[in-house]
């Protein structure tokens, strides 16, 4: 016991630390605040990139998906000129009449385009670039 009574006395006769000056804290400080912003920085970066990588996905996802119904989509309606054809019994009138039906679809998407089409899709851009910002404020 006698020991340990002498090891605490010669901690409590150790000098105190020394008080750090104020140049150090002020110091301290800007390294603390500049650490704070280079993470804040590399955390804006880090969301840009995830933000430009989900759009990049979601726009080869959009243009394979595109394509693929595309293909289809041409397919089924060489397939509708020869059966409206053979039903007319005009392989060129089946076609025609396909053809007449694109053009009715053209001028309707044409006089549509300002007042529905343009605003729908502005919408649905905004919606998604939006959508992961509203589902990470849900889960905070």
Do not use: C
């Amino acid at each position: 016991m006698p020991f340990l009574k002498m090891q605490f006395m010669e901690e409590d006769l150790k000098e105190a630390p020394e008080k750090p000056s104020l140049k150090t804290i002020v110091s301290d400080l800007t390294d603390s605040a500049q650490d704070l912003v280079n993470t804040y920085v590399k955390l804006g970066k880090a969301t840009a990139t995830r933000k430009a990588a989900d759009v990049a996905a979601g726009v080869v996802g959009t243009v394979v998906l595109a394509l693929i119904a595309l293909l289809t989509i041409i397919f089924g309606f060489i397939a509708l000129g020869f059966w409206i054809g053979s039903l007319i019994n005009s392989i060129a009138g089946g076609f025609g009449i396909v053809t007449g039906f694109f053009a009715l679809i053209a001028v309707l998407i044409i006089s549509l385009k300002s007042s529905v089409i343009s605003p729908m899709i502005r919408n649905m851009v905004v919606d998604k670039v939006y959508e992961k910002d509203d589902d990470d404020e849900d889960n905070n």
